[in-house]
């Protein structure tokens, strides 16, 4: 499978925006995706995560309540819907895929990756 990230901007603290991970090649309904965030000097952490198997949801503590991840299959695409964003998560955003397993905050664990998409959230 393919992934295309997109959806990123410039956004002031407590507005929204909405990233997209877009399939091709296979079907985004057989895959585990997980979104990650890496910021200048940090390392890439994961940030929400949707189970193949049953679609349940995993979400890091710091977008819990904020972030909601969801999968459209009618657009084989996987979106991260981001409110009430905060100058901390600023990053490039990237979503992964995994054929095997459920999610995981492993990045290595993750063979299919997007390009990412830059997410700035400033004043």
């Known amino acids: 499978v393919q992934l295309q990230a997109s959806g990123g901007g410039l956004v002031q603290p407590g507005g929204s925006l909405r990233l997209s991970c877009a399939a091709s090649g296979a079907t985004v309904d057989g895959y585990t995706i997980t979104w990650f965030r890496q910021a200048p000097g940090q390392e890439r952490e994961a940030v929400s995560c949707?189970?193949?198997?049953?679609?349940?949801?995993w979400y890091a503590d710091s977008v819990k309540g904020r972030f909601t991840i969801s999968r459209q299959n009618a657009e084989n695409t996987v979106f991260l819907s981001m409110n009430k964003l905060k100058p901390e998560d600023t990053a490039v955003y990237y979503c992964?895929?995994?054929?095997?397993?459920?999610?995981?905050?492993?990045?290595?664990?993750?063979?299919?990756w997007g390009q990412g998409t830059q997410v700035t959230v400033s004043s």
């Open positions: 992964a895929a995994r054929k095997l397993g459920g999610c995981s905050p492993t990045a290595e664990w993750y063979l299919n």
């Open positions: 949707i189970r193949r198997t049953d679609n349940s949801e």
